[in-house]
């Protein structure tokens, strides 16, 4: 006899990216499995694909998980883990006293976690005639990239070139896409160091979440605040 499937309950959200209304079911204990077992192994390689996983088997809507931004990913499983497990989290936060240092579980209420401002300008004029559009990274961008690899040289440029849409003058404009990586690469060391962390400051301006948290250290009794950012700060 075949035994009695229970069905989920559907809920909608907004894409931070676009706005598009998307719906999604919460996620399951096989998929809850495949989340703690990325999240534990502190590999960001295995915690991206896994969160493509679990929101290309929860999202109901018919929409393209690789060409997420990897903000929409994030606000996408804030809202997963949120009808899931719980609208609260715990995480455990460290005291900031030199002399103490104790661990205090504070609760975070997941409804309250917010995603930083989207830049909408996504124009950077580098001289009067030459200029660059950029893009926020996607999901196929971000995979295969981890933190060590980020902190290369080479890695960084590769981020970097994967967030220009198109480099324009006054007479053409060039998809980055079709261009050759090595004349991409030639174009950015031919910048100057002010013009270069242009290109680094909106980058760095990516959306995350984030979160502002005031607590009591249990170890000392003193007040902390501490700013959370990033999906990964809020389930550790």
């Known amino acids: 006899m ?3 499937v229970v069905n989920s309950s559907r809920y909608s959200t907004k894409l931070p990216s676009t706005g598009l209304d998307i ?12 989340m703690m077992v990325a999240m ?16 290309q088997s929860c999202v109901l809507s018919d929409i393209n998980i690789d060409s997420l931004t990897s903000f929409d990913l994030e606000w996408i499983f804030l809202q997963l883990r949120s009808k899931s497990v719980g609208e609260k989290a715990q995480v455990q936060l460290k005291c900031k006293e030199e002399d103490c ?4 579980e504070v609760d975070i209420k997941l409804d309250e ?28 961008d971000m995979e295969g990239q981890d933190e060590e690899t980020l902190k290369t040289p080479d890695g960084a440029f590769d981020i ?3 967030c220009l849409e198109t480099i324009y003058d006054a007479d053409n404009t060039y998809s980055v896409i079709e261009e050759n990586h090595k ?12 013009q270069f962390k242009q290109i680094v400051d909106w ?4 959306p995350s979440l984030v979160k502002n948290v005031e607590w009591n250290c249990t170890g000392c009794g003193k007040p902390n605040e501490l700013e959370l950012r990033g999906l990964q700060s809020f389930f550790t």
């Open 101 to 104: 240092k104790a661990k205090t």
């Open 40 to 55: 534990e192994s502190k590999d960001s390689k295995a915690i991206i694909r896994a969160m493509k996983d679990v929101a």
């Open 183 to 194: 004349d991409v690469r030639d174009f950015l060391d031919s910048l100057s160091s002010a």
């Open 160 to 162: 970097i070139i994967k």
């Open 23 to 34: 719906e999604y079911r919460p996620y399951l204990v096989k998929e809850e499995k495949i």
């Open 113 to 140: 976690v917010s995603l930083t401002e989207i830049v909408q300008n996504k124009v950077i004029e580098l001289t009067d005639t030459i200029g660059l559009v950029m893009k926020y990274p996607t999901l196929v």
């Open 2 to 4: 075949a035994l009695p």
């Open 203 to 206: 980058i760095s301006s990516t």
